[in-house]
């Protein structure tokens, strides 16, 4: 008995090394905040650089992981306003390798800390993307932002629309007002605090409290 015991403690003890740094006391997963907005950014107008920093950086601070497509522009900036406050940065670029992204795509791997390789191009990459994280900001973008709008809009996500001295968010309320398709998982705002507040909200509304596995306390092994 007394060695069945100390083989109980050891294999926890083994638990404990492998899952050294994570928090295992945490009562939920890290939110998945989305990113879209234009890889050329010349129509954004002067504030779209600081207001994509601004974003990333309220993001990272509640603790959420931004999710990119890998790309530059718009979400490469709320990429590095992420890190720059300390978040976790992941991203989905439409290559199937390091190299193509590098050298067919010339996108960038700088400011992420993942990057997952879909090898689905543009279009395959957009679904993956949208489908891969819990609601979605758009910022300044073009039509590849609208694609991933339309996406996120079928698969019922939150979604902010970051409003600025560009045209998308009027964009995408003209789509709203003649789509004829109410939606009340959509939110529009210039503050990014609370536009970050306002998606994580809708965010949390979907979120179901289960029963948490719990590791055996070795002083009661």
């Given at each position: 008995m007394a060695a069945k015991m100390q083989d109980k403690i050891r294999a926890l003890k083994k638990i404990k090394t492998v899952?050294?740094?994570?928090?295992?006391?945490?009562?939920?997963?890290?939110?998945?905040?989305?990113?879209?907005?234009?890889?050329?950014?010349?129509?954004?107008?002067?504030?779209?650089?600081?207001?994509?920093?601004?974003?990333g950086r309220e993001i990272a601070k509640r603790g959420a992981i931004t999710v990119t497509g890998a790309t530059t522009g718009f979400p490469l900036w709320v990429a590095m306003g992420a890190k720059e406050a300390g978040g976790f940065v992941l991203g989905f670029?439409?290559?199937?390798?390091?190299?193509?992204?590098?050298?067919m795509y010339n996108l960038p791997v700088e400011y992420h800390d993942v990057i997952?390789?879909?090898?689905?191009?543009?279009?395959?990459?957009?679904?993956?993307?949208?489908r891969s994280v819990d609601g979605v900001f758009f910022g300044c973008g073009r039509i590849g932002t609208i694609h991933e709008f339309t996406i996120a809009f079928e698969d019922a996500k939150p979604i902010g629309v970051y409003e600025g001295e560009w045209p998308t968010a009027d964009e995408i309320k003209n789509i709203l007002a003649n789509g004829h398709r109410p939606?009340?998982?959509?939110?529009?705002?210039?503050d990014p605090k609370k536009l970050v507040d306002d998606v994580i909200t809708l965010v949390n509304a979907d979120k179901i409290n289960r029963a948490q596995f719990r590791f055996t306390p070795l002083d009661q092994a």
């Open positions: 899952i050294k740094g994570v928090d295992i006391k945490s009562s939920a997963l890290h939110l998945k905040l989305g990113i879209s907005g234009a890889a050329e950014t010349g129509h954004c107008g002067v504030d779209a650089y600081d207001k994509g920093l601004a974003l670029s439409p290559a199937s390798s390091e190299k193509e992204h590098v050298e997952v390789y879909t090898g689905f191009g543009y279009p395959g990459r957009d679904l993956i993307f949208t939606n009340d998982r959509i939110v529009f705002g210039e």
